[in-house]
């Protein structure tokens, strides 16, 4: 087993950020959000991703406002603390340990220095009991404190976001599940429960799906299984309750906010439409449709300004109160499957695979962003359940990224399969793909395998089908010039009426191999010749992959019997094989290094290495749970610089690869973390940052410290800089019309902003009679022969002469050029 403490596993984006309610900064600045084990932060103006806060060891649970700090966060976690953060540093200031995982967090003004948490109830661990308690946050100057003293407050509640709420600023707190409202009140100490009946009669489904508390009166708005949402009141008393419905979503309501004054609530559901209803007129109501999938959650900003809806799709999208989209962040976005694998574009460096249905997703790895969504089956598809839909299912890119290949399937129940293979050709104009040829049933049964071959003197695409056939597609010209290519089938192969399932092509693109069950054939482009089959111990290929650089020679296959074999192409024969239970076989396309994940025992291994070394550069025993199915070698925007042999293998390329529960995981090295963590720490400031007295002297302070600095390094910086701006413009044109002083007052002033001042024109003055006697000089020197030759002559500078000044220099120029001609008439007398 080889050790490398330098190389560890992290999430590198693509996490869930519709897992929990964002919650948006007081000044409508910033967007946080629950990604995996850390919380993100997202501009709401720019929806660029700021920073994240990182330091859970679990996953994030729930983020909130400090109500007595608005620059500072709560958060929640799996692992059981809670950490007290500043969002716009990215600083941990505190860690509560708890002791117990955390499902919800919850805050109120009126609460100061409590936090009201969902846990599991003592003793039920891993049961489905749930509990509300209060945890009083102890002062203490350490960094990690322990809260363990935890006050029941409500049991039996749902660990679900939006099942709890405050309401009435902070004197009571309601919670739902199943059938039950409960609420409970802080001043008199007691709870009240209300019960709704189950309504099987006529389809109806009662059950509480989530609250939201009014933030000023007595009401209790909640969503239900069957579209209705209840306005609860009167309920201090529990025999006089009372409560009106309000029925708009077809399905059942997920989420529901009041805003901060209370005069509307919003609600959204399946139907993917923002409903706006108005709190004293409850029949007239708002839309904002269309927002692209189910809503989960819905924020809105403590002044009111924005909302945000959180989808079942990995997106956030911010709308202004005047209910307009104004930004979208868009997360990866996780389906049922990933049936295209992942692949990366060659053109963006994006991570292409399955997004929304009937569509290709294009994300940004070091952005964590998607970039765009490629309407593939370009159908208007339908959310309903037991519809059979088209459906992506390979995907692959050629070398340069000019050509995408698709393939789509439909299978109807007791209907043949529905295939279409597509091919998009890149526009530069328009900046993405463009169909150029649909191809309508290309196999008479399902492709398992496609790539482009990667010869820079053709474009070919081969595919591979359950039908016993590979065909290779080539792209031929069309008569008109002025017109795209198109492309047609070229060849048709097959071995024995075997079933081939994978197939791969060489570096250079002059071999391509197809796996026929048990056997590996080798063909050539050029010919379509077979050129040799290899043999291998029983068991069907399931992976093929070549050698790549020094290590071309060579061509490795997985086969279902765990074996993973390699074969060296210039013998034609086996060079090693090993028992490995190989369900992932990955190479880096700018190195000799492959990827090979094994399934044992219930979780994953990797093993990294050469084709042509016995021994492996990189391993690490059970990796995750489950089997690893899909994963790539990311080409790395900027070369590592590691020396050490063990983590080499991750300077050209990073690998990402996604777990049995859809996590997008890779590997960083001490390097990176460095790199990233100096990056990090470079305070971000906005130009809409409120200028304090401190905010100013700091600035004066650092600006002159830079002046200097500039100053000592670049000479260039003493020139005298010409004035960008005058103080008198600048406060006529900002200031309102109505306070300025009169237009005779401000005249001299404005006048007098627009003359150069005296000191200016006294230097300029100095300089340009320092030019006219230069002239003057030189003039001088060119009549007189004798004053150049004493002016050769004079005292130089390697015998020791001191220099001179400028103004010692001027006076010498003075007295070479004054008349002496009376000397001479007296030496006469």
């Not at 990366?344 to 970039?371: E, M, T």
Request: charged share 20%.
């Amino acid at each position: 087993m080889v050790e490398h403490a330098e190389i560890r596993m992290v999430h590198r984006g693509g996490s869930k950020i519709n897992f929990r309610e964002p919650v948006i900064t007081n000044d409508s600045r910033f967007l946080l959000c629950a990604a995996g084990e850390s919380v993100n932060v997202y501009s709401t103006s720019t929806e660029e991703y700021v920073h994240d806060l990182q330091g859970h060891t679990g996953l994030v649970t729930g983020v909130v406002l400090n109500p007595s700090n608005h620059l500072q966060v709560y958060s929640c976690s799996a692992d059981g603390t809670v950490r007290l953060w500043d969002f716009t540093d990215a600083i941990l200031i505190k860690t509560f340990i708890i002791g117990y995982p955390i499902y919800s967090i919850y805050v109120s003004e009126k609460h100061g220095g409590v936090v009201f948490l969902v846990v599991p109830m003592a003793n039920y661990k891993s049961s489905e009991l749930f509990q509300l308690v209060a945890v009083h946050l102890p002062h203490s100057g350490d960094q990690e404190v322990e809260a363990r003293e935890l006050s029941a407050v409500l049991c039996d509640v749902s660990p679900h976001a939006g099942a709890a709420s405050f309401g009435r600023e902070g004197e009571y707190i309601a919670a739902v599940r199943g059938l039950q409202l409960e609420v409970f009140f802080f001043k008199k100490q007691k709870s009240y429960r209300f019960s709704l009946k189950s309504g099987k009669k006529k389809g109806a489904k009662n059950a509480f799906t989530c609250i939201s508390c009014h933030p000023k009166e007595d009401c209790i708005a909640t969503g239900h299984e069957d579209g209705k949402i209840r306005m609860w009141r009167n309920f201090n008393q529990k025999k006089e309750y009372t409560y009106s419905t309000l029925h708009w979503h077809h399905g059942a309501v997920n989420t529901l906010c009041f805003t901060p004054e209370g005069t509307n609530l919003l609600s959204g559901g399946i139907e993917s439409v923002l409903v706006h209803w108005h709190y004293t007129q409850e029949n007239q109501k708002d839309f904002l449709p269309r927002l692209g999938a189910a809503i989960t959650h819905i924020a809105v900003s403590p002044d009111g300004s924005l909302f945000s809806t959180s989808h079942s799709d990995n997106k956030i999208t911010i709308i202004q109160s005047c209910v307009k989209v104004s930004a979208v962040i868009q997360g990866l976005v996780k389906g049922d499957g990933v049936w295209t694998n992942l692949i990366i574009d060659p053109r963006s460096k994006a991570l292409v695979l399955n997004g929304k249905p009937g569509h290709l997703q294009f994300y940004s790895l070091h952005r964590d962003k998607q970039l765009y969504n490629l309407d593939i089956v370009q159908q208007e598809y339908i959310h309903e359940e037991g519809l059979d839909q088209f459906e992506v299912v390979k995907a692959a890119f050629d070398a340069r990224g000019d050509w995408l290949a698709t393939v789509e399937e439909r299978r109807k129940k007791g209907a043949e399969l529905e295939i279409n293979l597509k091919l998009w050709a890149y526009d530069e104009l328009t900046q993405s793909f463009v169909l150029n040829t649909t191809v309508t049933a290309p196999h008479e049964d399902q492709i398992t395998a496609m790539f482009f071959s990667p010869s820079p003197e053709t474009t070919m695409l081969v595919t591979t089908s359950l039908d016993g056939h590979f065909k290779a597609w080539l792209l031929a010209d069309h008569s008109d010039a002025n017109a795209e290519g198109f492309w047609a089938c070229d060849f048709v192969g097959g071995y024995h009426l075997l079933k081939p399932g994978c197939c791969s092509f060489s570096a250079d693109g002059s071999l391509l191999s197809v796996g026929f069950q048990e056997v590996v054939t080798v063909w050539s482009p050029a010919s379509w010749e077979l050129l040799t089959t290899l043999s291998q111990p029983p068991g069907a290929i399931r992976d093929l992959c070549f050698g790549r650089l020094s290590c071309s020679k060579y061509l490795l296959g997985a086969s279902t019997k765990n074996q993973l074999c390699c074969w060296n192409l210039l013998t034609c024969s086996l060079e090693w094989s090993t028992p490995m239970d190989v369900s992932l076989l990955q190479t880096d396309p700018l190195s000799e290094n492959m990827a090979a994940f094994c399934s044992q025992s219930g979780s994953s291994d990797l093993f990294v290495f050469k084709p042509s070394e016995p021994r492996p550069l990189y391993s690490q025993k059970a990796l995750c749970t489950g089997k690893v199915q899909h994963a790539v070698f990311a080409p790395r925007d900027q070369m590592l610089e590691s020396c050490e042999e063990r983590t080499q293998w991750l300077n050209r390329s990073q690998l990402y690869f996604f777990t049995q529960h859809m996590d997008l995981l890779t590997f960083s090295t001490k390097t990176e973390e460095d790199r990233l963590l100096a990056s990090s720490k470079q305070l971000m400031v906005d130009d809409s940052v409120a200028v304090t007295p401190f905010y100013l002297l700091l600035g004066k302070h650092r600006g002159q410290q830079l002046e200097k600095q500039e100053a000592l390094t670049n000479p260039m910086a003493e020139r005298t800089q010409l004035p960008q701006g005058s103080i008198a413009i600048k406060e006529l044109l900002h200031t309102p019309a109505h306070v300025l002083p009169s237009a005779s007052f401000l005249c001299a002033m404005f006048v007098r902003s627009l003359l150069i001042s005296s000191s200016s024109a006294r230097e300029e003055k100095e300089h340009e009679e320092g030019e006219m006697e230069r002239e003057e000089e030189d003039s001088e020197g060119e009549a007189d022969p004798r004053l150049g030759e004493s002016a050769a002559w004079g005292p130089p500078e390697e015998f020791g002469a001191p220099a001179l000044t400028k103004a010692q220099e001027r006076e010498l120029r003075k007295v070479k050029t004054f008349d002496h001609s009376w000397l001479s008439s007296l030496l006469d007398c």
